[in-house]
C-alpha cells in the first residue's frame, strides 16, 4: 500500500470521541491513530475504514466553522439498500437524518444525508459506481 495521491481530509469538531462514536457507528470508521497533549489541549485521531488508503483527521477546536453542509459532505458507500435503511431508521430517532433514503439514478444510487454531533454532512449510499467508473475509466487506451 502506498502513500502517494488522496490520502486524508481534516474536520474541526468539539468532541473528538462523540465524532468517533458517530462515524464509527454510521460509516463503520475505526480509530487508526490518537495523539493528545493536554496542556495544549490537543485532540487529534485519525479514523478509517480499513478499506482504503484514506483517512478522516478529526481535530479538536474551540469554535467548529466551515463546516461540511450537504453539498460538501463525505461519503460513505453501504454494503445494501438495507443497511442504508437501517442506519437511516436510527439517525432519523436519533434527531441526525437530514435528507432520505432517495433513490437517484445511476451513478449516484440510493443515498441519505446524516448530520454529525458538529452539522458536518455524512452521506451514506448504496449501488454508487465509483470503481466501475474508475476502472472503465483505466481500462481505455492510453494517447
Not at 479538536?60 to 460513505?76: F, M, T, W, Y
Request: charged residues 25%; proline residues 6%.
Amino acid at each position: 500500500m502506498s502513500d502517494i495521491g488522496f490520502t486524508h481530509i481534516a474536520l474541526s469538531v468539539s468532541d473528538v470521541d462523540k465524532s468517533i462514536s458517530f462515524y464509527a457507528k454510521y460509516g463503520g470508521f475505526k480509530v487508526v491513530h490518537r495523539r493528545g497533549e493536554p496542556i495544549t489541549s490537543l485532540d487529534v485521531a485519525w479514523i478509517c475504514d480499513l478499506i482504503q488508503p484514506f483517512v478522516i483527521v478529526l481535530i479538536k477546536a474551540p469554535l467548529v466553522n466551515g463546516k461540511l453542509l450537504p453539498d460538501s459532505h463525505l461519503g460513505v458507500a453501504c454494503e445494501s439498500r438495507e443497511k442504508v435503511d437501517r442506519l437511516c431508521s436510527e439517525a432519523e430517532s436519533e434527531g441526525l437524518l437530514l435528507n432520505g433514503p432517495n433513490d437517484s439514478e445511476p451513478p449516484v444510487g440510493y443515498w441519505a444525508y446524516l448530520r454529525d454531533p458538529d452539522g458536518h454532512t455524512l452521506e451514506i449510499a448504496y449501488g454508487q459506481e465509483v470503481s466501475s467508473l474508475l476502472e472503465k475509466l483505466l481500462a481505455q487506451p492510453k494517447l
